[in-house]
């Protein structure tokens, strides 16, 4: 199956006055139809950085290299006038910020239609009808009379069931969602990831998720992508990153978040100290002076980039891979 | 049995809202937290749980009830009188940037509540500020900082020891790992429980995330729109819960344990409504709701010993399999 | 809505009284207006008799209230010397200012949102910095200097436009020959009101650009155009408004400097004038209606607000 989205290299520089700053570097994944892709990292690791330059949705600071592939085209190379074509229509994108997310200003009604109109030429009516079959989908129930609302009026819920409704309008191939249940409390969490799943299904859609969350990629991902310091550290099909991890960052997160049912004296995992704020210039090992093995691993200097554990597993260990860093 | 360090008995507390109307932010809570326990109260946001800490701080005044420390109530005390009383009971926030003012070097801003409580002076004064820093994790020499220069964790640290500096009894916890990497919440948590240990500390630790509260807690109470509907051991409050909030609760946190994934789970309907508060204020989302429940109050009864819950469908389930 | 603003326009009523009894305090202390009526050569007789005449020899506070009584029944008084009453004076000078200034306010907009828009659209570029320079050095330059200038070019060298006056006289009367008139003043008075309102407006759109629901809306794919003007413009709009209202009571006080030197028949320079004559009365009126301008454009900013931004309940 040929892939709907393939990143390559990607690498976002955001430069200042006179200082460059690196934020992603050489991050290359494919997203296939119908599938739910996982981004999963910490604060700084470059997730949300690598989601908004798919559709080159950063401030203009910020500069992209590499390919995003999609449908025979580099996204990366389109004017915004192309990619106008492209978002919102085949590729869409909801966010993390639920309360800022929408125009204050603009009924509920008004900011739904909108890229039905643009982009598939629905009139006003039309798109109203749609609209409001749209919010019923994803489950409210005054359909309505939300569309005559004001988006402060709405709770964090609601407003993300707008947008996703909103992002789903022109029946999108991809739909990227930037940690969409952070800002949530976790029964209306479970409410939303439920309603994206099931639409992501019902409508053989795939699924660009970004979170911090390891148990959300447990419940929701097909395939993960584990991201460190702007680097794909670990990538594969859940199961086996989640149970069969091959890179210590991994692993140390996995053992470092308290769940609900583990026993109360086992001592969480420290990963020491933090992640390191300027990465951009490193050579080698991003991850070495956190890590587990440090004392024994000796080639962390050098640039060990992906390799392959399986056909589907690739780590960028290669002191937990065995084998040594040139292979 | 000895006196529990705090206790809280039918604290309430009211804002006014639109038209007139209050809003209940608190309403008839009462707990007590012995010596030495860590007490954890986790809900969702709005239901009351943040509010509690800054009663119990002072920062706001309850309409009713009261907080003891040690037998003493402390809502009757006048500012003056209670004032001898602050430095037993210290907060930590969510927030730890905010918290720092920015313009002051680390060491005053551990110093001034010492300072100002005339505990220590002169040198003793600043071994003690290296020695609070190396109980939180930090070196000394980062006395001489500033706040920007550390990052939130160290940030949450640097509370963390201020906290400390006038030997409080009791720590109060308003979310401190929330804001929090997931590698950086493990530091903080085991620092946390470390330093419990080994100060004999007495937590109450308000938090969302239930991981992380049953981690450092040795009892939870479980808060919705603003009264307690369950609270219990924590070992075995979320893997046996009564209420059906607490069920839906531990069925939404999400887990990391692929074994879990696709399980049956328990989806509150709706979302937190402003509802009268006759009855269960649980009544319109909850699945197992009946419709005495919508009228029927519902108090907190202890089901098992040190088990106590607030749903009338709980103790009818229980004496049905009793009988 | 309408029990906020009735609220508002009856909190004015206090308000308004405090300014007034202010005004006639601050007044009092600036000099009596016999000595600005009378030459030297005037008995002290004459000078009482002149001021029992127009009641300055009463007690300020009574002085005041029977200012106000009057103010109750519609008089605002009678000017010194021409003996005109106040209200007809106003009136008859506020038409001309608020011509002039109405339509240099008006003017200053129509420039400012394009081009405070499309600079922020472009923040960063050259021709943004080229704008924003553009714009300080309007700013920077006195109406007076401009004013001399236009009227050294345009009238003296070129002999295009009238210097002054707001109808030539004689012939006056028609639309082409007030436009004639205006064209100087009001671009004078325009450029600074475009330029700083153009600044307000670009860095109220710059901020807006960063915001979240910005990023919605592009990756909505809706088009440029429709980004900036519906989903940026209007939310743009909040803080402008604000900047507005406070620019509206301008349009009353007149620009003093611009009516003298146009010659134009505003209220500014019949303040002016009042002014340094003392014309109690006179003064009084003109403070007066300046009090109510101020609290009117208050009260509009207000409505405007809430028109503008639906968060805002009044």
Redesign the interface.
Known sequence: MDPILSVRNLQVTFSGLGNQSIATSDISFDVFPGEVLALVG??GSGKSVTA?SL?S?L??QAKATGTVRYRGQDLLSLS??Q???????QI??I?Q?IM???????TIGKQLT??MI??NGLSQAEARTRAVSLLEQTGIRDAQGIMKK?P?ML?G??RQRV?IA?ALSCDPELLIADEPTTAL???????IM?LLSSLQKARHMALLLIT????????NADRVLVLYAGQCVECGD??TI??HPLHPYTR???R???????A?DQ??????G??PESYGAMTGCRFHD?CPYKAHCRDYEKNAGLLPVTDTHLTRCAYLLGGDCDA | MPEPLLSVRHLTKTYPARRGQKLIAVNDVSFSIDRGEAFGLVG??GCGKSTIARLIMGLEKADSGEICLDGENLLSLRETQRRPHRPRYQMVFQDAASSLNPRRRVRDLIRDPMVEHHILSGDALNARVDALLSMVGLHPDMAQRYPHEF?G??KQRLCIARALSLNPELLVLDEPVSAL???????I??LLRDLQKQLHLTYLFIG?????V??VCDRIAVMYMGRIMESGD??TL??SPMHPYTL???????????R???RA?I??RG??EDVPQTGCPLYHRCPAAEEACQTRSTALEEIAPGHWTACRRARLLREETNA | MRKYILKKLLTTIPVLIGITVIDFLIMARAGSPIDMMTGPRMTEATKAALATRLGLDRPLWQQYLSWLWELLHGNLGYAYKSNQPVLDLILSHLGPTLLLMGLSLLMGLVIAVPLGVYSAVH??EKRDYLLVAVSFITSSVPGFFLSMILIFLFTVTLGWLPSGGMVTAGIGGDLGDLVRHMIMPVTVLTLPIAASNMRYIRSSVLEIL???????????????R?VIW??AM??AL?PIVTVIGMQIPGLVGGAVIVEKIFNWPGLGLLTMDAIMTRNYPLIMGVCLLSAVVVLLANLLTDILYAL????IRL
């Open positions: 910490e604060s908004l559709l949705l401030t203009r915004e006038k990619l106008d074509a492209i978002r919102g229509k869409s994108m966010f910020d800022n997310s929408l125009n204050p200003v603009l909108e890229p643009c982009h004001y402060h709770s819920g609601m947008m909103m409390d976790v029964t209306i969490q479970l409410q439920q911090h969350d390891l148990g959300l990629v447990a419940e859940v199961d989640l149970t140390s997160l996995l470092a978040v308290p769940g609900i049912h583990d109360r001592r969480l995992y420290n990963i020491p933090t992640v956190r | 969702e946001s990052s964790g160290q990497d997931v590698s950086i919440q493990a530091q948590l085991n969302h995330g239930l991981g992380a049953r981690y924590s070992e979320f893997s839906a609760l531990a069925d939404a946190s999400p887990s990391a344990d692929i879990l994934r696709g789970r989806a509150l979302e937190m | 923040r960063y960063e915001t979240d629901y910005l990023r919605t809306a592009r990756a909505k794919g809706i088009g440029r429709l519906r989903h209007r939310n909040v503008v931004d639906p968060t």
